[in-house]
């Protein structure tokens, strides 16, 4: 069965530091990818996606994730961060042949330290 | 706003009572899927439906039960409800039933079971 694993729960930060968000997935097929966030009391979003293609998406808010198919990961990353950026992150993966469930992360919360 | 509305917000109830929650998908999206939200479980899918047809079940318990109507609007039944249903229940949709697609958030129910 498919699944995907974000090991850390709570990321602390500082602003206009650099972030990684780590999203590990197992699947013996292709799969295609996402990031979505949470911000505070509403629902979520989609961030970026990987269907085909290039393996570095970019998405919206300045953040980027890149597919490495041999590691089996999908990292999130931002370059600078700012405390708009404060939100919880979830990493979803879905098997691209057969059915196509999609399977959520358990998230990731980034807390940006002014 | 993703344009997917859930109604009530809150809703709070005894143990061992029904309720009913109402999601409104984007206009054109013809997929819509239920989650639940909770501290100890994190978001876990429950149903989806496709143009009026189930498309996956996930975790979703036998007191619990959904459908699709032909206008597209879904409603997620919640019978015998103990405390630990407590959660946020999320409505998303989507254009088609594929895990390729993005999909687009309702701002959630939040139920409280006392």
């Known amino acids: 069965a498919q699944s995907v694993t974000q090991l850390d729960s709570q990321v602390p930060v500082f602003e206009e530091a650099p972030v990684e968000l780590r999203c590990n997935y197992s699947?013996?097929?292709?799969?295609?990818l996402f990031w979505y966030v949470q911000y505070p009391n509403q629902g979520l979003q989609l961030l970026l996606k990987?269907?085909?293609?290039?393996?570095l998406v970019k998405g919206i808010n300045g953040f980027e994730a890149e597919f490495n198919k041999s590691q089996t990961s999908f990292h999130l990353r931002k370059p600078s961060v700012h405390i708009s950026d404060t939100a919880e992150y979830f990493c979803?993966?879905?098997?691209?042949?057969?059915?196509?469930?999609?399977?959520f992360g358990t998230g990731t919360k980034l807390q940006v330290i002014p | 706003d993703s344009g997917v509305t859930q109604t009530p917000k809150h809703l709070i109830t005894a143990t061992g009572q029904r309720v009913t929650l109402r999601c409104s998908p984007r206009?054109?999206?013809?997929?819509v899927y239920w989650y639940q939200q909770s501290l100890d479980q994190g978001l876990q899918f429950l149903i989806q439906?496709?143009?009026?047809?189930?498309?996956a079940k996930g975790n979703i318990l036998e007191r619990f039960s959904a459908q699709q109507f032909p206008d597209l609007h879904s409603e997620l039944n919640l019978s015998s409800l103990e405390l630990g249903d407590s959660a946020l229940y999320f409505c998303?949709?989507?254009?088609?039933?594929?895990?390729?697609?993005?999909?687009?958030f309702g701002p959630g129910t939040r139920l409280t079971v006392l």
């Open positions: 998303a949709s989507s254009v088609g039933w594929e895990g390729w697609n993005e999909q687009f």
């Open positions: 699947s013996s097929v292709s799969v295609y």
């Open positions: 990987y269907l085909s293609g290039s393996t």
């Open positions: 979803a993966v879905s098997f691209s042949g057969g059915y196509q469930k999609v399977t």
């Open positions: 206009s054109g999206d013809l997929s």
């Open positions: 439906y496709y143009n009026g047809e189930e498309r």
